[in-house]
C-alpha cells in the first residue's frame, strides 16, 4: 500500500487511541492526517525525499513533530490499525517518565491475533 498509493505518508503499528476499551477489531484499519509516531514505516520513495532534510538528534524538538508539519506531509495521510500491533517497553527516555508510561502507555489494547 505505501509503495502503490502516493497519497500515503507512512503506515504505522500503533494506535494513539488504542485503549482497551475502545479498540477491539484487530482487522480495522484507519486512515489520518495525523502522524501517530510509534511503529511505522515509509516508502523508499518517501525516505529519498526528505532523509536529507531530516533534523539532527537531541535539537530540544522530537522528529515526530517534524514529520508532522505541512512541508513534510504534504497532504498525505497515515494508515493505523484499530488494535495496536506494537507496544512502547521504555518507561524512561527523552519524553517518557514512569508516571506518564503508567497512565498513556499502561492500558493498551495488543493484538495478538496471527495475522493471515
Known sequence: LVEKDRTVLTISAWNDNGYLHA???SSKLYRTEFFPGLGWLLSKSLWLEISS???PCCFGWSWDLWLREQAQ???RDSIFPDVSRVYHIGRNGLNVNGYY???YFKKRAINEDPMP
Open 23 to 25: 479498540s477491539v477489531d
Open 53 to 55: 532534510k531530516w533534523p
Open 73 to 75: 506531509r504534504k497532504d
Open 101 to 103: 508510561y503508567d497512565r
